[in-house]
């Protein structure tokens, strides 16, 4: 079976990427605890745009995340204060999976 994924974008408002990086640290110690979660990917692509990449075993495992602590309610908590808006989330598949030596 494919894994589920979300890759989402996030603009951090002036001067709070030290604040988005522990929030992203934070959701790293929650997914650690989803059992259905199998990867977490925090990426820095400028100095205001973050991404995250996560996969799941399947779409339960993605709504125990969505709805988790570090989920879209957390996220919606930081709007205004950390991130200049919502995440911008594209739902996908991993059609290929590898690990590189």
Same mark, same amino acid.
């Given at each position: ?12 408002? !002036? %001067? /709070? ?5 522990? @929030? $992203?640290? @934070? *959701? #790293? ?5 989803? !059992?259905?979660?199998? *990867? @977490? $990917? ?13 996969? $799941?075993?399947? /779409?339960? &495992? ?6 988790? &602590? *570090?989920?879209?309610? &957390?996220?919606? %908590?930081? =709007? %205004?204060? =950390? $991130?200049?808006? !919502?995440? +911008?989330?594209? +739902?996908?598949?991993?059609? /290929? #999976?590898? /690990?590189? *030596?």
């Amino acid at each position: 079976m494919s894994e589920l994924a979300i890759w989402a974008t996030l603009k951090v408002l !002036p %001067g /709070q990427q030290e604040e988005a990086e522990k @929030f $992203f640290a @934070f *959701s #790293r110690t929650v997914l650690d605890a989803e !059992p259905g979660t199998t *990867s @977490f $990917f925090a990426v820095k692509i400028d100095e205001e745009t973050y991404g995250i990449f996560d996969t $799941f075993t399947d /779409q339960e &495992a993605l709504e125990v995340h969505k709805d988790g &602590a *570090s989920g879209k309610d &957390a996220v919606a %908590g930081l =709007v %205004g204060k =950390v $991130f200049a808006g !919502p995440p +911008n989330i594209l +739902n996908s598949v991993v059609v /290929q #999976r590898g /690990q590189m *030596s």
